[in-house]
């Protein structure tokens, strides 16, 4: 098994090491053709601005657009959320979305840098887990199909279906691997 995690900018070194961690084989993306051969991809939490003007920059909209298509695994952390959902409220004019995911996400929902906060979390298929929010989104809706895997406070902070999963939240800051675990075994 071989998993990307988006390089462009944000915590991608600390999703590889949590892999490599779990014996699998990991790989920083920075172009598009780096996706082929992948199981799965992560896109990591950053300044969605930024990653987007980047992946538009590279040309990573469509080439994620059409690996998904074809079955590759991509996961959202935080900023990937906001990348990966069909629809951003609070976005910037001219926000752009891989609409990977049927889900409105809200950016900054949360608050700023200072409101960034830990929480437990109940997390489908995984049980007991501490998330790490940091400005993070929250999930507005879901559409059809859309499985909700964790709330925090009323809200949606995680959800997938099919190939695809998001989270508004940091796993990859943490010592715990469950949701590392969780893409490997039950998405990809």
């Known amino acids: ?3 990307g995690v988006l390089a462009l900018q944000g915590a991608f070194r600390e999703h590889i090491t949590m892999l490599e961690a ?9 172009l598009p053709v780096q996706l082929e051969g992948l199981d799965g991809l992560i896109i990591p939490g950053g300044e969605s601005t930024a990653i987007s003007k980047l992946m538009v920059n590279y040309g990573f909209y469509d080439a994620i657009s059409a690996a998904a298509g074809d079955g590759l695994g991509v996961w959202g952390t935080c900023a990937g959320l906001i990348l990966m959902a069909h629809e951003v409220d609070d976005g910037i004019e001219d926000q752009r979305s891989l609409d990977l995911i049927d889900v409105v996400a809200r950016r900054n929902a949360f608050g700023r840098q200072r409101d960034s906060f830990e929480a437990p979390l109940d ?9 790490v929010f940091i400005r993070a989104p ?17 809200h949606i902070v995680a959800a997938g279906k099919s190939n695809m999963m998001v989270t508004a939240f940091h796993p990859e ?10 893409f490997i075994e039950r998405i990809l």
């Open 123 to 131: 997390f489908k298929g995984v049980g007991e887990y501490t998330g």
């Open 1 to 3: 098994m071989k998993i």
């Open 173 to 182: 800051l943490t010592s715990d691997d469950s949701i590392h675990r969780y």
């Open 22 to 30: 779990l014996g699998v084989s990991a790989s920083a993306v920075r």
């Open 138 to 154: 929250w999930i507005e809706s879901v559409g059809t199909g859309v499985e909700v895997l964790a709330f925090h406070e009323g």
